[in-house]
């Protein structure tokens, strides 16, 4: 098995990064693969091999707020890591506006994504913050991973994968009161509302199958479709699981919140299919549809 497959690329180009001290830190989370700690065999698995091939790296799992394995230089067992505190370990350039981001307004998510040459885009880590001030914060971290990526003994340890650019993209986080508003008084919306919509849609847990389905078939012009989706979009605002989270502390009970999305995304497909209009009634109608362009 290669190092890749072993540790997983994203980690794999982060941990080198936290190696040359370009980050002090990363987080590898065991909800990503299903488990809830480093003695989890998928997580254990990784955290043997980043020890393997960087023996410097110490780990921190014993802390309180618990979101990950702090893989970094410093050990921080037995704090309190809020999660301001916890951007701040792991050189998020806006870990301050945590506490300060208006839900109102639009935000903005910075996500630094490294760029094979012939693959997707990694995302190395992602940051929202409330404005667009501090790109040029970003945009210098990111220089500096593309020259540390780019050394001959790291491009060895990529086994071939090349990262021709690390770079800087930023999504603007539309408020689920805007997108409520324009539902509300049936307003077109344009495409970041519906990325945007998507993406809540995704976070929700459906299934990837179902997710497709919703992204192709909701009729935003269908008042029945459109109802469907101001309920969930409120259920989005105000989350009756959210003092619950992260709900992998709670194995049992994850498992039957599961059930339940599974049995909502099937009704809601039922009920899709069965209030569908024409075609006419498309979910985007491109006639004079804008696009809007993040920052680059």
């Known amino acids: 098995m290669s190092l890749i497959e072993e540790i997983r690329i994203e980690n794999l180009l982060n941990c080198i990064l936290v190696n040359e001290n370009v980050r002090p830190a990363m987080l590898l989370q065991p909800v990503n693969y299903h488990e809830t700690s480093g003695k989890d065999p998928v997580t254990k698995s990784i955290l043997h091999a980043i020890k393997k091939q960087f023996p410097e790296l110490l780990f ?3 802390y309180e707020t618990y979101q990950g394995i702090i893989i970094s230089k410093t050990e921080y067992h037995g ?22 981001i208006d839900p109102a307004k639009n935000s903005y998510s ?18 929202v913050c409330k404005d667009t001030k501090k790109i040029k914060v970003f945009k210098q971290f990111a220089r500096k991973a593309q020259s540390v990526l780019n050394r001959e003994e790291y491009k060895k340890m990529l086994n071939g994968i090349e990262i021709v650019k690390v770079d800087v993209d930023v999504d603007v986080t539309i408020p689920v009161q805007a997108l409520i508003d324009k539902l509300i008084k049936n307003k077109r919306l344009n495409k970041n509302e519906i990325d945007r919509i998507d993406n809540i849609l995704y976070n929700f847990g459906f299934s990837e199958e179902k997710q497709l389905y919703f992204s192709q078939n909701f009729q935003y012009t269908n008042p029945l479709h459109r109802g469907i989706l101001l309920d969930l979009l409120i259920k989005e605002k105000n989350d009756i699981l959210s003092p619950f989270f992260p709900l992998y502390k709670y194995p049992e009970q994850q498992k039957k919140v599961d059930e339940i999305i599974a049995a909502l995304e099937k009704d809601i497909v039922d009920v899709l299919e069965k209030t569908k209009l024409p075609s006419r009634y498309s979910r985007v109608t491109k006639k004079n549809q804008p696009t809007f362009v993040g920052i680059k």
């Open 79 to 100: 704090q309190d890591i809020s999660l301001e505190r916890m951007g701040q370990i792991l050189g998020y350039p806006c870990y301050q506006d945590f506490e300060h």
């Open 110 to 127: 910075m996500r630094v994504v490294a760029k094979e040459k012939n693959g997707m885009p990694i995302e190395l880590f992602a940051n």
């Open 60 to 62: 921190t799992e014993d």
